[in-house]
């Protein structure tokens, strides 16, 4: 990534007001971005958005993705040269109880964005947030490339595999032609300070040592592609550049090394040791809808011809949950530590 890049560029975010959304408003921010935002409001008490004042540095408009006519107007209005695609319904879970509800927002949502995205002229590059859980998960034990089948068992899955036929339909159909280049990214399982949401490992597990309960565990044995939320967000600004210069408009895999992929109790084990004061869980005996027991991303694709990498083991992403989650609760300056947390990562890289 190159920060000047990124000085005075108009950029549009959809999901601003949520996790990832809200760290990627503050980056840009931080790079001197002209940053707007579209998004439902926050979807949790307390939230990113609001703990750590991300809308002090954009301009905000509140509203639903799947109301074309508005979504078009506020395009208008920011005239963004590069958009960036988040607002989802985002729960695996969820989609169980809401799945029309997850249909309309993941995938009407995305063709209403690309439709937008058709007339405005100041779009140069579009970068569309899909899932790993795109895939048509086997349950095998090899990493998924992006050229392998789509698909999905629960409505959430369906509705990133859909989304990402979507957006090949539209590159190819208008957007190629208009030179708008258009890629969608598929990154693990993401953990970061601020993320309140529920039936989330991470946050459900927070929860319940701040209030001193035991942890309860769907699916211990579970192995999932973990990565601090600083990582796939830097795979978007890069992949974005690349974008706006003409570059590599298809899909990507921007997925956490092989060390770092570990089931769910290992993951938890190490963050109770972080946590300390008595942390513990153990596996429930409910019964639960399907998850899938095992998924892992290859991402040589973008090792190779974007140079991009994690500069966070798992050990080290998960200090970073911790320090943000302990600042918060001893009151902090939730925003500046964000800041800091990003510059952090930044001296990383270089």
């Known amino acids: 990534m190159t920060p000047g890049f990124w000085r005075d560029k108009s950029v549009l975010i959809t999901g601003h007001t949520g996790f990832k959304g809200g760290w990627l408003s503050l980056w840009l921010q931080h790079l001197g971005a002209q940053v707007h935002g579209y998004a439902l409001a926050p979807g949790t008490q307390p939230s990113l958005f609001m703990e750590a004042r991300v809308g ?7 509203a639903d993705i799947r109301d074309l006519s508005h979504f078009k107007a506020s395009m208008d209005a920011a005239r963004p040269e590069i958009v960036f695609h988040l607002a989802a319904q985002a729960l695996v879970r969820e989609s169980y109880t809401d799945p029309v509800g997850t249909m309309t927002s993941n995938v009407i949502g995305t063709m209403n964005l690309l439709e937008a995205v058709r007339s405005t002229p100041s779009v140069k590059a579009v970068v569309v947030i899909t899932s790993d859980k795109c895939y048509e998960n086997r349950e095998w034990f090899w990493p998924y490339r992006e050229n392998e089948a789509l698909g999905g068992r629960d409505p959430y899955s369906a509705s990133k595999a859909c989304a990402e036929i979507v957006t090949a339909s539209w590159r190819a159909s208008f957007l190629d032609g208009q030179k708008v280049a258009v890629a969608t ?10 993320d309140w949401a529920a039936d989330r490992l991470l946050p459900d597990a927070l929860r319940a040592w701040q209030g001193g309960k035991v942890l309860q565990v769907r699916f211990p044995q579970a192995v999932r592609p973990w990565q601090h939320v600083l990582e796939p967000l830097a795979a978007y600004l890069l992949l974005a550049e690349n974008l706006h210069h003409g570059k590599n408009a298809e899909a990507w895999n921007f997925g956490p090394s092989d060390a770092d992929m570990r089931p769910v109790g290992g993951l938890l084990e190490c963050m109770a040791s972080l946590w300390g004061d008595g942390a513990s869980w153990q596996s429930d005996a409910l019964q639960h809808p399907h998850e899938a027991g095992l998924l892992r991303l290859d991402s040589s694709k973008a090792r190779a011809l ?3 990498r994690p500069n966070f083991n798992i050990d ?11 600042a918060w609760m001893a009151g902090e300056d939730m925003r500046a530590f964000t800041l800091s947390q990003i510059d952090h990562y930044m001296a990383l890289s270089q």
């Not at 080290?316 to 302990?326: G, K, N, T, Y």
């Open 56 to 62: 002090e540095g954009m301009s905000h408009v509140e």
């Open 185 to 194: 990214a598929r990154a693990g399982n993401v953990i970061g300070g601020g």
């Open 306 to 308: 974007l140079g991009w």
């Open 316 to 326: 080290q992403a998960l200090e970073q949950v911790i320090f943000w989650h302990r």
